[in-house]
């Protein structure tokens, strides 16, 4: 689950970063036709605030020192992307991707940042099943992952 602020774009793609474009917020038509877009398979470019290697460095260290990187695009899987409620330009979007996905990609081609991001599950894993006084024997564990 993600919350995506519509009415800005940020040089991070989180709140933490600088405002690059403030705009009008997409109407929900127009939201709702951008959404239809971005599922599937999609290419879009790597946030500059992310982890992947660049010439040998991290991207991140580079847009900390202020040094402008063209990023690379990646294939993303979007298996959905389900609007859940619109109000005051933020989108609460609830999604299921594949690993390698950059959910602040996904708000940027949306014209916006992350304002929040809930991880929900991994794999065969999700938070509903979190109890932190039983622990999965590894095991089982592994046996869930074939």
């Not at 389900?82 to 330009?89: A, M, N, T």
Request: aromatic share 2%; proline share 7%.
């Amino acid at each position: 689950m993600t919350e995506i602020d519509l009415a800005a774009r940020t040089s991070t793609g989180d709140p933490e970063g600088e405002v690059v474009e403030e705009h009008e917020p997409p109407s929900l038509e127009e939201l709702e036709a951008r959404l239809v877009e971005l599922r599937g398979e999609v290419e879009l470019p790597i946030p500059a605030a992310s982890a992947v290697k660049i010439g040998g460095e991290r991207a991140y260290r580079l847009h900390r020192r202020g040094v402008a990187v063209d990023m690379p695009v990646r294939r993303m899987g979007v298996r959905e992307l389900e609007l859940e409620r619109y109000e005051g330009g933020v989108a609460h979007v609830d999604l299921l991707v594949s690993s390698g996905t950059y959910v602040r990609s996904i708000a940027d081609a949306l014209g916006g940042h992350c304002r929040a991001l809930r991880r929900t599950e991994i794999g065969p894993f999700s938070v509903d099943e979190a109890d932190p006084e039983k622990i999965i024997p590894p095991d089982e564990a592994l046996a869930r992952l074939g």
